[in-house]
């Protein structure tokens, strides 16, 4: 029990420094990165709480995938990071207050649950026959099946205004003209030039 305890700590202090990476990274790559690690780490913290799905699937879904989507739309926006380090310090304060906020009431969240339920040192068993898959479908497709459908309209919003981003106007910009690549002829693309044959002297 204590050396998995430890583990938790472990993973979770790591987990922790990672997230502090996303905010206080210079380089939006290099936050990235920092947030693959973050989400690796909570992955292995819902291994060890026996939630395998879940834990493959922030692995394959968010790490896998989300993480490219983001790597590929900060590289195709050319973020401007003087302007964003003057947005930052603009919009401090009020972010700092929320961040606060959030703070106390997940120590108000934790404090209460201390005082009314007693946690014990591990995570209880599960029974026998036990699927962490079909709890968790039963779950959400039943008495959650509108929040997981909102969830995916707004995935599908955030696709769509990425792509819309990548293909604003700016320079060099080059794009596609789909009507006139098929409209275009053979004898306008290639241009055949009679020469006469070189001999050497």
């Not at 922030?58 to 973020?79: C, K, T």
């Not at 981003?165 to 596609?176: A, F, S, Y």
Request: hydrophobic share 60%.
């Amino acid at each position: 029990m204590i050396f998995e305890a430890m583990l938790f700590y472990l993973f979770a202090a790591v987990m922790i420094g990672a997230a502090l990476g996303v905010v206080f990274a210079k380089n939006p790559v290099h936050s990235v990165m920092f947030l693959v690690l973050t989400f690796f780490n909570a992955a292995i913290l819902w291994l060890m709480a026996e939630a395998e799905f879940l834990a493959i699937v922030l692995v394959l879904v968010y790490v896998g995938a989300v993480m490219v989507l983001f790597l590929f739309v900060i590289m195709m926006l050319e973020v401007n990071v003087e302007a964003v380090k003057r947005g930052l310090t603009r919009y401090a304060p009020l972010a700092i207050a929320i961040a606060l906020i959030m703070v106390i009431e997940l120590i108000q969240l934790i404090w209460l649950r201390s005082r009314d339920v007693q946690i014990s040192s591990s995570f209880a068993p599960n029974p026998e026959g036990y699927e962490n898959t079909k709890a968790l479908g039963a779950v959400l497709y039943t008495e959650h099946v509108y929040a997981f459908e909102i969830a995916a309209v707004i995935l599908l919003l955030a696709i769509v205004a990425a792509i819309t981003l990548t293909m604003r106007k700016r320079p060099g910009l080059k794009v596609q003209d789909i009507s006139k690549q098929v409209s275009v002829r053979a004898k306008d693309r290639i241009r055949i030039v009679k020469m006469d044959a070189e001999k050497k002297q």
